[in-house]
């Protein structure tokens, strides 16, 4: 291969999709914050993804640690990760957004995605590129950075919505640590499932990618209808503009629930929390999972699949797991649904409580019997609480 097509090789999938998520996200905000400061935000949080890596290398020779699990097992490659990786990484994300954060340009909810978003395509961008740069052949590897560029994008969202929601005072409030936190938890999983493991592995993060695009898309438009809002209060500097663009969609049924709805069907404020629903939802949903896993498996025995050969080195073996994982997670929204159906309580307390008692008690049996398959099923409990809850929504009472 030439040079050419050797620099370009690591270049081009580095840059071009970051500059793809870059106009997207130039595109949703409607009032355009200064080209400058958005550049230099990029270009800030790509000298830090610089000084990231130094010092993750550094850390990994002076420990002997790595992210990957086939190098200093499953425990060493978590440790390195959650102690070390994710959170390096996020904070120094958050350092990049910090001076536009405080300038007199961030005026509006929206600016926490905006700039959150540019810092971390800025991140990714440089992460990519020397990660090509260090593995010249194979396809895995960009599709390990395609893969990666999104979700830095998502994690950065969930922090960028507590800045956001913080815009007035230019001081986080409470929900920034745990947004954080959650993005760093969220940063470690994924990049372990993506770089710690097998290629057979980049399979399980697809759901996840889907499930962190929603968050960020539900956290985006609740910022984008907070700046209208405010809009349209006395004294709103952008009112005509911001009126005449709607973040909801206008046709083909209602719009989706905004997070304030949800956050007003999780509460229960006038009645006390019915325990009989959620221990009985709680069964329900452990039977759903048994029922979806044992159709996949009805499934796969009909279509002669050979659920022995999975092996996560060998992306062309996860065909099984896919499948397993399908019907696992399909149980989830169906135990939601009937939960919902069955109480017939306005609120979604109860099935998510009942989802989450599901989840937990799945998570301390694999704790015991299978260590290893408790990674993986930590990485699609949001996935699967999610789905719950939109089954339960679904499901529950019209007002």
């Known amino acids: 291969m030439s040079p050419v097509l050797l620099v370009l090789r690591w270049l081009v999938p580095a840059i071009v999709p970051a500059g793809l998520l870059a106009a997207v996200v130039h595109r949703t905000d409607k009032n355009r914050e200064p080209a400058w400061l958005v550049i230099a935000t990029f270009f800030l949080a790509a000298v830090l993804a610089g000084a990231s ?130 993005a760093t938890a969220a940063h470690g999983l994924y990049a372990h499932f993506v770089y710690g493991r097998g290629p057979g592995a980049l399979v399980t993060v697809v759901p996840l990618l889907v499930a962190m695009g929603t968050v960020a898309w539900f956290a985006a438009r609740d910022l984008r209808a907070r700046g209208e809002r405010n809009s349209r209060e006395p004294g709103g500097a952008n009112g005509n503009r911001l009126s005449r663009t709607s973040w909801a969609p206008v046709s083909f049924g209602r719009a989706p629930p905004s997070l304030r709805t949800v956050r007003e069907a999780l509460r229960r404020a006038d009645q006390p929390i019915l325990l009989r629903w959620i221990l009985f939802g709680a069964l329900v949903t452990m039977g759903t999972m048994v029922a979806g896993l044992g159709l996949s498996v009805g499934l796969g025995l009909w279509a002669h699949i050979d659920f022995s050969l999975v092996d996560e080195h060998d992306v062309t073996t996860t065909a099984p797991l896919a499948l397993l994982s399908a019907g696992l997670l399909a149980g989830f929204p169906v135990a939601g649904f009937l939960v919902a159906r069955a109480s017939n309580l306005p609120t979604l307390l109860e099935p998510a409580l009942a989802t989450g008692l599901a989840i937990l008690a799945t998570l301390i049996v694999l704790g015991f019997a299978a260590p290893i398959a408790l990674v993986f099923a930590l990485a699609f409990s949001p996935v699967a609480f999610g789905l719950a809850c939109a089954g339960a929504w679904i499901g529950r009472p019209a007002r």
């Open 53 to 182: 890596i130094y010092v993750e290398r550094r850390a990994a020779a002076w420990t002997g640690l790595d992210m990957r699990a086939a190098v200093v097992g499953e425990a060493g490659a978590l440790i390195y990760m959650f102690a070390l990786v994710a959170p390096l990484r996020e904070a120094l994300k958050v350092a990049a957004v910090w001076p536009a954060f405080r300038s007199k340009h961030f005026d509006e909810p929206y600016d926490g995605i905006v700039y959150a978003s540019a810092a971390a395509l800025g991140f990714a961008s440089v992460e990519n590129a020397v990660l090509l740069y260090m593995h010249p052949a194979g396809a895995i590897w960009i599709a390990r950075a395609l893969l990666a560029l999104p979700a830095h994008v998502f994690f950065a969202c969930l922090w960028g919505y507590a800045l956001g929601r913080a815009k007035q005072p230019k001081v986080p409030n409470g929900i920034f640590p745990f947004a954080w936190i959650v």
